[in-house]
């Protein structure tokens, strides 16, 4: 079943220096095993940034958090807080499209 992982970041850098070693780390992630994608945001509010992994199985993200890559994100952003939540994928609003399309994910085509 396919996964999510929410990571959400508070940083004393500058939103430039993260900017910099986020764009630095980033081609890292082309190579997680069952890793589909990734998108990275930032609370305008707050400053707080944070990744969006999408993950074909939860064996593929529990794998992926004993990885070195994973480890070190708190400390390549200086991390004063981190908050990690994990998800199982229930359905897709367009099973056809994003990072789940080729899942054979069941979805909910009725709403």
Known sequence: MPAILFVR?????????????LLERRP???DVPGLLQK????DSATGDVCGIYFFESRE???????TELAR?????YEAVEVRREVYEVLYS???????????GHPADTTA
């Open 9 to 21: 970041i508070t940083s004393g850098l500058d939103t430039q220096e993260f900017e910099r070693r």
């Open 28 to 30: 890292r992630f082309h």
């Open 39 to 42: 998108v990275y945001g930032r």
């Open 60 to 66: 593929a993200l529990d794998a992926f958090r004993e």
């Open 72 to 76: 070190t994100i708190p400390a390549a």
């Open 93 to 103: 609003l367009r099973p056809d499209r994003g990072p789940f399309a080729e899942s």
